[in-house]
């Protein structure tokens, strides 16, 4: 099965029919990312070369996503080292303005309206985040969220990178 064909299957797929099956990426070169920010601007990952950056995928209609999302806002207030960037796979991104109208979060949100994105990361759940060490390798992926936990596992790898 192609990539593409995965990532065009996923953008049309309802979110009960998205499978739960990880992404294999860690250890690997992270796929580079040049996407349309919702403010207007753009994002390039390769041009964070040299800092950990930490990506999360998620959607309007992802339950957890509404308390991953400011728990990351939170995180990286405390960590100015590092980048975060919330990469939103809704179709419409009023979708996506209407969720971040009732949540509090200041991350730069990328557009994957046709989740070309998404299929390159190989993400298959909602939320799923990963950490990227300064060299561009992929360290760590999480799939779903814990509030009990909160981003524990992300400091861990962020913990390890910085070492």
Known sequence: MSTLWLAATLAWAAPEQIPETPSDLTGRTAPPIEARLLD?????LEAHRGRPVVLSFWASWCGPCRFELPALDAFVDAHPEITAVA??????????????????????????PEARIMGSWQVASMPTMFVVDPHGTVQLVKVGFNREKGLVEVERALAEVRR
């Not at 990469?87 to 994957?112: C, G, H, Q, T, Y």
């Open 40 to 44: 207007g601007g753009t994002f390039s």
């Open 87 to 112: 990469v939103n796979v809704d179709r419409d991104p009023e979708d996506a303005k209407r969720f971040l109208s009732r949540i509090d979060v200041d991350l730069p949100v990328v557009l994957d």
